[in-house]
C-alpha cells in the first residue's frame, strides 16, 4: 500500500460546479496534512493546511478524518482558473519531509 | 520577489557529467528541503536541513548525491556522474521556524534537469 493515495482522475466539471477530492494515508501517526495545488510544468503552491476541526478558505473546505486515515478537499463554485493538478501531503513529524500523492488532475469547462 | 529561488531554472547535460543546484530560501526560514519530480508522481522527498545541519536523507538520494547548506542560507543539491534517470524536476522549498503549527513549506520554481 503506498503511503499517500489519491485518485489521479482526471475529474471534468462544468464552471459552477462542486467537487470533492479524497486521500487516505497509511501512517496513522502523521500529524500534519496539506493541500497543494500544481499548474502544469510549475511548482507546487500550498493551498491550505488541513486542520482536525476542518478548516475553509473561501470556496474551498478541507477536512480530516483521522480515524478513518484520510483528508478531503471539497471545491465550490468551480472556476475554469480552478483546473490543476491537486496534491494532498501528510507528514509524519512536524517539520519533515512531506510525503506527497500523486495528485488529482482537474478540468473546469465553460 | 521574497519568495524561494532555485538557479539555474533549467539545465541539460550529457550523461556522466556533475551538475549543481542552487536554492535560495525565504530569508529567515531555517529549514530547507530538496525534492524530486518526475512526469505523473508527486514530489518526492531527498533530504531536508535545519539551518545548517542535514537531519534527514531519504533512501533515495544515492552515493551521487550530495547536498550542503554550509552557513544556514542558501543550499546546493550536487549530482555526480549523471545518469538518464536522474532527469526530473528538482525542487526546493522552505519552512519557517515555529513553535507550533504545521511547518508549512513553500517551494521554489525547480530545476528541470535533462540527462542525454
Known amino acids: 500500500r503506498k503511503e499517500v493515495e489519491q485518485d489521479p482522475g482526471p475529474f471534468n466539471v462544468p464552471e459552477g460546479a462542486t467537487v470533492a477530492f479524497n486521500c487516505t494515508y497509511s501512517?496513522?501517526?502523521?500529524?500534519?496534512f496539506f493541500w497543494y495545488r500544481q499548474d502544469c510544468r510549475k511548482e507546487p503552491k500550498l493551498l491550505m493546511s488541513?486542520?482536525?476541526s476542518g478548516n475553509e478558505d473561501g470556496r474551498f473546505t478541507a477536512q480530516l478524518n483521522r480515524a478513518s486515515q484520510y483528508i478531503s478537499l471539497l471545491i465550490r463554485d468551480s472556476k475554469l482558473s480552478d483546473s490543476a493538478t491537486y496534491l494532498c501531503a501528510v507528514t509524519p513529524q512536524a517539520g519533515t519531509a512531506l510525503i506527497f500523492g500523486k495528485g488529482t488532475t482537474l478540468s473546469v469547462s465553460s | 520577489d521574497t519568495g524561494v529561488s532555485q538557479d539555474p531554472r533549467h539545465k541539460i547535460t550529457k550523461r556522466g557529467q556533475n551538475v549543481t543546484f542552487r536554492c535560495d530560501p525565504i530569508?529567515?526560514?531555517?529549514?530547507l528541503y530538496w525534492y524530486r519530480q518526475t512526469l505523473g508522481q508527486g514530489p518526492e522527498f531527498l533530504t531536508y536541513?535545519?539551518?545548517?545541519?542535514?537531519?534527514?536523507k531519504s533512501r533515495l538520494l544515492s552515493d551521487r548525491f550530495s547536498a550542503e547548506r554550509p552557513k544556514g542560507s542558501f543550499s546546493t543539491l550536487e549530482i555526480q556522474r549523471t545518469e538518464q534517470g536522474d532527469s526530473a524536476m528538482y525542487l526546493c522549498a522552505s519552512s519557517p521556524k515555529k513553535t507550533s503549527g504545521g511547518f508549512e513549506q513553500f517551494f521554489g520554481p525547480g530545476t528541470r534537469l535533462t540527462v542525454l
Open positions: 501512517n496513522s501517526a502523521s500529524q500534519s
Open positions: 488541513v486542520y482536525s
Open positions: 536541513f535545519q539551518n545548517e545541519a542535514q537531519l534527514e
Open positions: 530569508s529567515e526560514h531555517n529549514r
